[in-house]
């Protein structure tokens, strides 16, 4: 029988997740935070041969300018490409429009600034996240060079709110991801060559109401998954940003070093493949 497998992915955008709406405890986080997290994840990637995917936003690429911290980031991206084990380094956009709300000509100069900066950088551009999960003008992504996409978490919370509408589907999602559901085994799916790769589950961050979510109950939801991607021969997608670990980070780390061990105690029997996103190019 397949193996299942697990696919990490990674948005590396440090403040242009949030352009439209800044925050300056956000701000403050992520000049705090957000290269220590950058590290410690890089550290575990290594420590247990993971490749996972860095879909980064290409301005980060841009040489320092003030203020350095939060806006541009080659350090960062030079310190995933020296990870010992190899990452993908694919994209999250240039400057992180939104796909949904957006015009083409603007999407698809950004495309084209994004692909000229991966290229300056010697960086792949086979792998691609879109900006808050908006999935949208998928042939723009195929005239970039783009050939692997992530969309958005499979699930039964998913089909509620297709059914029953967006409120209900907002508490299901909510329960979801409080209670150890397990979260969907997903299959890489092609659309005319472009291939499309759900997610299973975000790695939820600890501010707010969500603190309250004990991070066993999310490290248990991801073993459920990877489970699921062992006895189905199927894939367990989670993906994160860095910035899920700005609150509680310790515990959050607790939490991903769970997962990540679990994974590689099933790797090494051999019932499980850890793949970055670039490897379902094909
Ligand atoms: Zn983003």
Redesign the pocket.
């Known amino acids: 029988m397949a193996a299942g497998q697990l696919c990490i992915s990674i ?1 590396l ?1 440090l403040a ?2 949030t352009w439209d709406k800044p925050s300056a405890e956000t701000h403050a986080r992520c000049a705090e935070l957000e290269r220590t997290i950058v590290h410690s994840l890089i550290d575990r990637f290594e420590a247990r041969e993971i490749s996972a995917t860095w ?1 980064i ?1 290409g301005k980060l690429l841009e040489e320092d300018r003030e203020p350095a911290e939060i806006w541009y980031a080659p350090d960062l991206i030079e310190a995933v490409r020296a990870t010992r084990c190899l990452q993908d380094i694919g994209s ?2 240039h400057a ?1 429009p939104y796909f949904g709300e957006t015009d083409r000509e603007t999407l698809r100069r950004d495309l084209v600034a994004a692909r000229a900066a991966h290229d300056r950088h010697g960086l792949p551009f086979t792998s691609f ?5 908006q999935v949208a003008h998928l042939d723009l992504l195929r005239e970039a060079g783009v050939r692997v996409y992530r969309s958005v978490d499979h699930g039964w919370h998913m089909a509620v709110r297709q059914r029953l509408g967006k409120t209900l589907g907002r508490v299901a999602n909510l329960a979801d991801k409080t209670f150890p559901f397990p979260p969907a085994v997903v299959e890489p799916i092609t659309h005319d060559g472009l291939v499309e790769l759900p997610s299973s589950m975000l790695l939820l961050g600890r501010n707010g109401l969500r603190r309250l979510v004990h991070p066993l109950v999310i490290a248990g939801k991801a073993v459920l998954g990877l489970e699921r991607a062992r006895l189905t021969g199927g894939l367990f997608h989670l993906w994160f ?1 860095p910035s899920n670990f700005y609150y509680e980070m310790d515990r959050q780390f607790e939490a991903l070093d769970r997962i990540l061990d679990h994974a590689c105690k099933l790797r090494d029997r051999g019932t499980l493949d850890v793949l970055p996103m670039s490897a379902y190019a094909n």
């Not at 996240?129 to 999960?133: G, I, K, L, S």
Request: net charge negative; charged share 20%.
């Open positions: 948005d955008e242009w997740g879909a936003v999250h956009s992180h996240v879109f900006p808050r999960n940003h």
